[in-house]
């Protein structure tokens, strides 16, 4: 009887050592990979943190995360694109 309380036992243990791996966080994720964007010289103006920043060409703003980009350097004081 001993033997098959034994064999019970360690069953059990394989069983719960089995299910701790489902129960644990997925592996880490590799990361994105970089944006790589050219040295081409045509101003955008886009919003960043409630800000207008302008960025030398519209690669440049979306790889730093700005929103609604448009084209144009952005204006004095913070301001919207200047339309020539």
Avoid: W
Avoid at 51 to 78: L, Q, R
Wanted: proline share 15%.
């Amino acid at each position: 009887m001993k033997p098959f309380v034994m064999i019970l036992v360690c069953l059990a243990a394989l069983g719960q050592s089995a299910a701790a791996p489902a129960d644990s966080p997925p592996p880490p994720r590799p990361p994105e990979p970089k944006t790589v964007c050219i040295e081409v010289y045509q101003p955008v103006c886009g919003s960043k943190n409630g800000k207008h920043v302008t960025y030398s060409n519209s690669c440049f703003a979306k790889a730093d995360g700005a929103t609604e980009v448009s084209d144009g350097a952005c204006g004095p004081g913070d301001q919207p694109p200047v339309k020539h």
